[in-house]
């Protein structure tokens, strides 16, 4: 048992499976449902069934509008009526209130001309279009919450991003529970030394870049030290983890054990993690005999590493990269 608070997250409702589609159908997502489900708390939002479009309703979507601000307009397909500014005002309030709801993250469904994050259509005329637009309602969640973890469904298909989109979801969590309590620099000097390996994966400058801003945090206001750390962490963090970096930090992990194994076990692990790197073997693999040499041998550091326990270990991580 944990007595972590759970994991909120936002949603678009149709990929819970709610009948709230413009043709009254959904788009249930079982990844979602069956396997992510089991650890988190979903709160859903149908920003268009919340506007009081009806369900089943007119088709939607952006248009493009020089004039207009962003350059699109949403409107309706077949009667051409314009919801650009209900759908901004509804987004804007909208998320305002979903600051209260403590979310740790965000999935939207793809494609949406209001949830889509990336790569939405925007008609230009009746037959041209491009792909180069942002749902409305996506558009206020980024503005208003910079650094939350936010995917579309159909991008956490793939295991290298879903990987990495639920890392990001759990240090942020972990994150935002610091920062919301009465925390102490030393708290956040743990909290950075915890997360060291999980950094290095992402970006081994921005490692460096963190490592010098823990280091002077007594120097700084509280207030924009917890800013900064959020914004480069979570920036840090959004560059996915390669297996060339992941290689190096297996390595840099195993300089740890130079003193206490011996030879003929340091070269099994060296080549385990070259195994890794030539993608002959997953990374749980290496990863899983560093985390047993290192509660073996005691080495501190490497114990209370994040990257060597990732949550939540039900749905396992590191056996797909
Ligand atoms: S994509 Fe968004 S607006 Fe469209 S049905 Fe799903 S939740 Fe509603």
Redesign the pocket.
């Known amino acids: 048992m944990t007595d972590r608070p759970p994991v909120r997250i936002g ?5 819970l499976g ?1 009948a ?3 043709d009254g159908g ?2 249930r997502d079982r990844f979602l449902l069956d396997t992510l489900g089991p650890f988190v708390e979903w709160v ?7 506007l009081g479009l009806g ?1 089943p309703r007119e088709p939607i979507r952006l248009v493009h509008d020089a004039a207009a601000p962003q350059g699109v307009r949403l409107v309706t397909v077949k009667t051409g009526v314009d919801l650009t500014r209900r759908m901004r005002r509804f987004a804007r309030r909208r998320v305002r209130a979903l600051a209260r709801e403590n979310l740790s993250a965000y999935i ?2 793809k ?6 994050l990336e790569r939405v259509a925007v008609w230009r005329h009746a037959d041209a279009r491009e792909r180069t637009g942002r ?1 409305l ?1 996506a558009e206020e969640l980024r503005r208003q919450f910079p650094n939350l973890p936010i995917e579309e469904e159909g991008r956490l298909h793939d295991a290298r991003l879903r990987e990495n989109f639920i890392v990001r979801v759990f240090v942020y969590q972990r994150l935002r529970v610091l920062l919301s309590g009465r925390w102490k620099v030393r708290d956040l000097v743990a909290f950075h030394t915890a997360h060291k390996l999980d950094l290095m994966a992402h970006s081994v400058q921005a490692y460096r870049e963190l490592g010098r801003l823990v280091a002077e945090a007594a120097q700084i206001p509280r207030a924009e030290l917890a800013r900064r750390y959020e914004d480069e962490l979570m920036a840090a963090l959004s560059r996915p983890a390669t297996r060339a970096r992941h290689a190096n930090v297996l390595h840099h992990a195993a300089g740890h054990f130079k003193q206490t194994l011996d030879a003929a076990t340091r070269q099994d692990l060296a080549t385990v993690i070259d195994d890794f790197r030539r993608g002959l073997v997953p990374l749980i693999v290496p990863l899983t005999l560093v985390d047993h040499h290192a509660r073996r041998l005691q080495v501190q550091y490497l114990t209370g590493q994040r990257y060597l326990d990732p949550d939540p270990r039900e749905l396992l991580l590191r056996n797909h990269v």
């Open positions: 949603i678009s409702s149709c990929l709610e709230v589609r413009y959904h788009k859903a939002v149908c920003p268009e069934a919340e369900t939207l469904k494609d949406s001309p209001s949830c889509g749902g309602f």
